[in-house]
């Protein structure tokens, strides 16, 4: 099994860009992002307005072929409604959200 783990992205757009292509390129069973996902120090709402990119981007590494693990970091607000231990989207079936 073939696996790519990375952390601390905080919503930096190139980063998962790049992400992206290394998934692609590579072609991992699957990639673990652990912890930092969304914007760091600009309150809850600018980490709900990201939730949108951030599905693209698991869309993205889940075509690429790659199960996509999501693990919140300390400045994740976990009190976000899809935050919750466990969270497996219905129409993302190869994404989860630890």
Known sequence: MRWMVLADIHHGE???ELLVQ????HKPDLVAVAGDLLPKDQGTL?????LPGLR???EAINAAGAELV???GNDDNRDIGCFTSGYRPA???HTRLI
Do not use: C, F, S
């Open 14 to 16: 190139n980063k998962w």
């Open 22 to 25: 290394a998934a692609k390129a």
């Open 46 to 50: 600018a980490q709900v307005a990201y």
């Open 56 to 58: 693209a981007y698991a």
């Open 70 to 72: 999501l693990i919140l």
């Open 91 to 93: 129409d993302l079936p």
